[in-house]
């Protein structure tokens, strides 16, 4: 059977595939999303175009030395009233992430791209929309105390499979794209394809 590599370090997204059965390495990808991030949204690339491009950047690296292999790279982009906001660099700038977004509604776009020969065969763009409540100060400042640096690797600056779940009203989407990657399509495609037993 094919090798199937994750190009991630994402904990969660190594987690979901582990505990889906599904055999696979993990290599980061290393790449510049900040800058490629920035070209694009200078392009005025949609928040849905920069997640896919993301993932895919990710893939094609580590199908560039692994061409043998599936690899799978992934994504995920917060969309904030047309704007996309980055993760958070300090508690501070946590803070100020989820005062801006509470008591209001934000897009989460997980993106999906598998390379096999070193070429793009399937891609998948999830989206989820996530209402927050109105939380208080008082709140707010504890459950960045009892979770931050935790927290400082997720976009919008929370874990929904944690503490986090608190902060919202309404999830409507499915719970894998929230946590980054679109896990029942993926594992479709790899069915259908013959990678993996079904």
């Given amino acids: ?27 980061p990808a290393r790449i510049d999303e900040d800058a490629i991030k920035a070209a694009l949204l200078a392009e005025d690339a949609t928040p849905r175009d920069l997640a896919d491009a993301l993932a ?6 580590i199908s560039e030395k692994h061409p043998d292999a599936t690899v799978i790279g992934s994504d995920q982009v917060l969309e904030f009233q047309g704007q996309v906001l980055s993760t958070p ?3 501070e700038d946590a803070a100020n992430q989820l005062r801006m977004m509470r008591g209001k509604q934000h897009k989460l776009l ?39 640096p935790g927290i400082g690797e997720s ?3 929370y874990k929904l499979e944690e503490e986090g779940v608190r902060l919202f009203a309404t999830i409507d989407g499915d719970y894998f794209n929230v946590l ?3 896990l029942l399509e993926l594992l479709n495609f790899l069915a259908v394809k013959g990678m993996i037993d079904q």
């Fill in 89 to 91: 660099t300090s508690q």
């Fill in 56 to 61: 895919e950047f990710k893939a094609r690296k």
């Fill in 1 to 27: 059977m094919t090798q199937i590599i994750l190009a991630s370090r994402s904990a969660i997204r190594q987690t979901l595939l582990i505990n889906a059965g599904i055999p696979f390495t993990a290599l």
């Fill in 110 to 148: 997980s993106a999906v791209v598998v390379y096999s020969g070193a070429e793009p065969v399937w891609r998948y763009v999830g989206q989820v929309r996530l209402l927050m409540r109105e939380i208080s100060d008082d709140y707010l400042a504890a459950y960045l105390d009892r979770n931050w």
């Fill in 155 to 157: 976009v919008g600056s």
């Fill in 180 to 182: 980054g990657m679109p």
